[in-house]
Antibody
C-alpha cells in the first residue's frame, strides 16, 4: 500500500532553516510527482510547490521563491522540502502528498489531484 | 493570482443533503477536486476531476462543476461527515485551494 512517512516535529528560531523529509513506499517513486502543502494553525491549505523525482524538475509558488527548495533522493525514495529564513508566520503543519500523475504538460496537470498524503510535520518558529 | 471562494461554514441535519460551493473565474473550464479534513488528520480526496470518487469514498459524495461554480454534494449526510472541506484546481502553473468550509452536522 502507498505510504508517505514524514520526519518529526521541529522547533526553529526566526532566521533559521528547516528540512522536512517524506519517505515514500508502496509504489515506484519516480513515476509520480511529489507536492508540498502547508497549513498554519487554524487556517486553510496552502500549496507550496512540487518536484518530479524522475527529473528533479521543480515548481514553487511565487511567494516562496528564493526561500524554498524541494529535492528528491531516488535511491531512498525520499523527498525533501527545505525552507530558509524562517519567520513566525511559517509556523504550520507541512504535508507532502503524491500527485496522481507525472506528465507535466498543462493538459495533464490540470486533471491531477493529490491522492496520498503524509501524516504532516509541525514546524514551530519561535524565539 | 487565481482565487477559489468557499463559504466558511455550512450546517446540515443528519440524513439531509449538504451542498458546499466553490467559486472561481471560469472554474467550469478547469477540473475541481475536493478534500475532506478531520481535526488532527491529513486531508483525504473525496472527489477528483469534478465528479469522480476514489475507491473507498461512499457514494453519498458527489460533485459537479459548471460556469464559475463547483459543488460538492453529500446526500444523506452522516455525523462522520463533519469535517473541513477544501476545493482545489490548477491554474497557470499553480495549484490553488479554496479557503475551506466547515461542515457541521447537527
Amino acid at each position: 500500500q502507498v505510504q508517505l512517512v514524514q520526519s518529526g516535529a521541529e522547533v526553529k528560531k526566526p532566521g533559521a532553516s528547516v528540512k522536512v523529509s517524506c519517505k515514500a513506499s508502496g509504489y515506484t517513486f519516480t513515476n509520480f510527482i511529489i507536492t508540498w502543502v502547508r497549513q498554519a494553525p487554524g487556517q486553510g491549505l496552502e500549496w507550496m510547490g512540487w518536484i518530479r523525482p524522475s527529473s528533479d524538475s521543480t515548481n514553487y509558488v511565487q511567494r516562496l521563491q528564493g526561500r524554498v527548495t524541494m529535492a528528491a533522493d531516488t535511491s531512498t525514495s525520499t523527498a525533501y522540502m527545505e525552507l530558509r529564513s524562517l519567520r513566525s508566520d511559517d509556523t504550520a503543519v507541512y504535508y507532502c502528498a503524491r500527485v496522481s500523475g507525472r506528465i507535466l504538460t498543462d493538459y495533464y496537470i490540470r486533471q491531477y489531484y493529490f491522492d496520498y498524503w503524509g501524516q504532516g510535520t509541525l514546524v514551530t518558529v519561535s524565539s | 493570482s487565481y482565487e477559489l471562494t468557499q463559504p466558511p461554514s455550512v450546517s446540515v441535519s443528519p440524513g439531509q443533503t449538504a451542498s458546499i460551493t466553490c467559486s472561481g473565474d471560469k472554474l467550469g473550464h478547469k477540473y475541481a477536486s475536493w478534500y475532506q479534513q478531520k481535526p488532527g488528520q491529513s486531508p483525504v480526496v473525496v472527489i477528483y476531476q469534478n465528479n469522480k470518487r476514489p475507491s473507498g469514498i461512499p457514494e453519498r459524495f458527489s460533485g459537479s462543476n459548471s460556469g464559475n461554480t463547483a459543488t460538492l454534494t453529500i446526500s444523506g449526510t452522516q455525523a462522520i461527515d463533519e469535517a473541513d472541506y477544501y476545493c482545489q484546481a490548477w491554474d497557470t502553473s499553480s495549484w490553488v485551494f479554496g479557503g475551506g468550509t466547515e461542515l457541521t452536522v447537527l
